[in-house]
């Protein structure tokens, strides 16, 4: 038994030299665990100090040792950058799926934003329109389509500066401001839908007893309040606004990103969102209460800090990529979607002045 011993000992590399050698090295004594069943490139690794509990399984598990993290994932010295990581995907890949998700970005809130307006949709009873049951899935489908153009930012990617504002990275500070931006977003389509709602019950009784509503004039006030204060005012400025400032964020999270050359995919979507934005751009402005000075005001500014954005700041590119087939293409989408708007915007008043659709008397 004592020869079967040795031999199996012998053959995993133990020896009595090695051995003593090994514990002659550590202050405390140690005993080697089950070496003699071992390969050889394993029998050091397998040394356990004798003052300590022997459990294979825990040893086995090294995040059960390792030592607690008690700093923010954003808590990094203030004059180093994340450490670059590959990305998942080639860049040829991430810009097609960007230029798709910005095209279906601007389609999916074209739609929804102008179907209940052109198209007349049956009412479910009295109380629930149609187009409010339309309107109910717009931020279902136009939030997590917003989110995806963010999330394929570069800044996403790598966290960006991480001290950019106090404690927070980069990537922290833009997902806030986007957050900010998206609840103000809901907020007004949430108005928006229960006054548009609210409203037709009273409008309904309206018309059934004229004789009432001549004896108390606050039938009629309460409609106005609901659609002129609160519909048409009040909810269509606040989800407009909330849906500017996430395209806001989206244009400050790009700014420093270089895309393409586009291929031909990427080219011909990207073009075609560009034109849906900027139609839908000047489609809030024609069909907001006072929204074509609004939209006249607004095109020529953000089209003007896109310009600036790229001509101050351009990434090695002559004039900052203006010029290029999407080189910088969120910042040429947004730019050329101004471009658009005001010149829709500019066509309407010559022929209607700034008048709205509805008081213009365009269906």
């Not at 009873?125 to 930012?153: C, E, K, Y």
């Not at 989206?250 to 586009?262: M, S, T």
Request: aromatic fraction near 12%; charge should be neutral; charged fraction near 15%.
């Amino acid at each position: 038994m004592e020869r079967r011993q040795k031999a199996i000992a012998q053959k995993a590399g133990k020896t009595p030299e090695l051995e003593e050698a090994q514990l002659s090295d550590y202050s405390a004594p140690y005993f080697i665990a089950d070496t003699a069943l071992a390969p050889p490139t394993l029998a050091s690794s397998l040394i356990i100090p004798m003052d300590q509990p022997y459990s294979p399984r825990r040893q086995s598990f090294g995040y059960l040792n390792a030592p607690t993290r008690s700093r923010s994932f954003d808590d990094d010295p203030e004059d180093e950058m994340y450490p670059p990581r590959e990305l998942k995907s080639p860049r040829s890949q991430t810009d097609l799926f960007v230029s798709i998700n910005m095209l279906a970005t601007a389609l999916a809130m074209l739609l929804l934003t102008t179907i209940p307006v052109v198209v007349s949709i049956p009412d479910i009873s009295i109380w629930f329109s149609g187009d409010a049951l339309w309107r109910l899935f717009d931020p279902v489908i136009t939030l997590p389509l917003n989110l995806s153009i963010m999330l394929q930012a570069e800044v996403f990617q790598t966290g960006g500066k991480p001290r950019f504002l106090g404690v927070w990275s980069e990537r922290t500070f833009a997902m806030i401001l986007w957050a900010i931006g998206a609840g103000i977003y809901v907020q007004g389509h949430g108005i928006h839908l229960a006054a548009a709602m609210f409203k037709h019950p009273i409008e309904q009784f309206n018309l059934d007893h004229p004789d009432l509503v001549a004896q108390y004039p606050v039938l009629t006030e309460m409609y106005l309040n609901m659609e002129d204060l609160w519909e048409h005012n009040i909810a269509h400025y606040m989800y407009a606004f909330g849906g500017m400032w996430m395209s806001w964020v989206q244009l400050f999270i790009y700014r420093n990103q270089i895309h393409g050359p586009l291929r031909i995919g990427a080219k011909i979507t990207w073009i075609i969102g560009t034109i849906l934005y900027g139609a839908l751009l000047a489609g809030v402005a024609i069909e907001f209460p006072h929204g074509l000075y609004v939209g006249l005001v607004y095109t020529v500014v953000i089209g003007t800090v896109c310009v600036c954005m790229m001509v101050f700041n351009k990434n090695d590119l002559k004039y900052g990529g203006i010029f290029t087939m999407g080189r910088r293409m969120v910042i040429q989408y947004y730019l050329g979607a101004c471009v658009i708007g005001i010149i829709v915007v500019i066509a309407w008043i010559a022929k209607y002045g700034f008048a709205n659709r509805k008081a213009a008397g365009v269906a």
